[in-house]
């Protein structure tokens, strides 16, 4: 018998019965662990025919709740949800939904993020981070808005809308022209300007020279020979009260 196939102790097993009738979030989280646990027997059950045990807890996911979640987009648009927007489209909704925080010119309004701006910084002392600056591809912007913005109200754009905004966030950028529409079939015509300012990790050679090729594994520290107290040196109050305290 595995941990998993053990019953609860009772006390247990009430907090869990507990969690799952009062709190919505328990719930979820628990849904979210029989589906795990769902998976990693599936994984476990590899090519034996070891059935997938029912933990009574959960229930699948449906493929709306899939679908749900599943809205990440790659580099050149696979994912990308159906839609169009202008620019032209894009101004009145930026100004009505985001500009308050992010400024009119994507500038940023006090403290929030600024969106533009800042190109040729990020080796300077003082890199500014933006869409523009920063951003390596289209659908590093697109699914960040999709998933997050407007901030407070997330998810609240149709995608339509979002196409539009994202639109109008590459021509603050000077990535795109007032004219320009995003949408699947033009998506592969945006190029960021940081692009290529990404590489992969590249450590293992570029700092090989650092590393030792025979590390100690036993013994490596020499034996700790103590000096000082610092009781005795008086940085540290004693307990008996009667000492002057460290910070006194
Ligand atoms: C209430 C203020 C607020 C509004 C309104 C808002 N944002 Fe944001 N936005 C933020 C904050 C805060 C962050 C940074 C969040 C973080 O770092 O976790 C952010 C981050 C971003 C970023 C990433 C910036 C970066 O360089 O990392 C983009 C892009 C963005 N917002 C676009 C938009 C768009 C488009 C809208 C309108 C649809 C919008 N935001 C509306 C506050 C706002």
Same mark, same amino acid.
């Given at each position: 018998m595995s941990k998993w196939d053990r019953p609860l102790p009772p006390r247990r097993a009430r907090e869990v019965g507990a969690a799952r009738r009062?709190?919505?979030? #328990?719930?979820? @989280? &628990? #849904?979210?662990? @029989? &589906?795990?646990?769902?998976s990693l027997g599936a994984a476990a059950a590899g090519n034996d025919d070891t059935p997938i045990r029912n933990y009574g807890i959960g229930r699948l996911a449906s493929a709306a709740e899939i679908a749900g979640w599943d809205i990440d987009v790659r580099p050149d648009g696979s994912g990308a949800p159906p839609g169009r927007g202008s620019v032209k489209q894009g101004e009145t909704l930026y100004m009505e939904?985001?500009?308050a925080c992010h400024g009119?010119?994507?500038e940023s309004a006090?403290?929030?993020?600024p969106l533009a701006q800042g190109k040729g910084t990020l080796a300077s002392n003082d890199p500014v981070k933006t869409v523009g600056s920063y951003f390596p591809y289209l659908s590093s912007v697109f699914d960040y808005v999709r998933r997050a913005m407007p901030f407070g109200d997330a998810q609240s754009l149709s995608n339509d809308e979002l196409y539009a905004v994202v639109a109008y966030v590459l021509y603050l950028n000077?990535?795109?022209?007032?004219?320009f529409v995003?949408?699947?079939d033009s998506w592969a015509r945006v190029k960021m300007p940081n692009a290529g300012g990404f590489f992969d990790d590249d450590r293992e050679t570029s700092e090989k020279a650092f590393w030792n090729p025979n590390p100690c594994m036993t013994n490596c520290r020499p034996p700790v020979h103590i000096?000082?107290?610092?009781?005795?040196l008086d940085v540290t109050p004693g307990d008996d009260g009667t000492r002057k305290r460290g910070v006194d």
């Amino acid at each position: 018998m595995s941990k998993w196939d053990r019953p609860l102790p009772p006390r247990r097993a009430r907090e869990v019965g507990a969690a799952r009738r009062s709190c919505p979030a #328990a719930r979820s @989280a &628990l #849904a979210a662990l @029989a &589906l795990l646990a769902a998976s990693l027997g599936a994984a476990a059950a590899g090519n034996d025919d070891t059935p997938i045990r029912n933990y009574g807890i959960g229930r699948l996911a449906s493929a709306a709740e899939i679908a749900g979640w599943d809205i990440d987009v790659r580099p050149d648009g696979s994912g990308a949800p159906p839609g169009r927007g202008s620019v032209k489209q894009g101004e009145t909704l930026y100004m009505e939904r985001c500009a308050a925080c992010h400024g009119e010119f994507g500038e940023s309004a006090g403290r929030w993020p600024p969106l533009a701006q800042g190109k040729g910084t990020l080796a300077s002392n003082d890199p500014v981070k933006t869409v523009g600056s920063y951003f390596p591809y289209l659908s590093s912007v697109f699914d960040y808005v999709r998933r997050a913005m407007p901030f407070g109200d997330a998810q609240s754009l149709s995608n339509d809308e979002l196409y539009a905004v994202v639109a109008y966030v590459l021509y603050l950028n000077d990535i795109v022209d007032e004219n320009f529409v995003l949408s699947k079939d033009s998506w592969a015509r945006v190029k960021m300007p940081n692009a290529g300012g990404f590489f992969d990790d590249d450590r293992e050679t570029s700092e090989k020279a650092f590393w030792n090729p025979n590390p100690c594994m036993t013994n490596c520290r020499p034996p700790v020979h103590i000096i000082n107290r610092a009781r005795a040196l008086d940085v540290t109050p004693g307990d008996d009260g009667t000492r002057k305290r460290g910070v006194d």
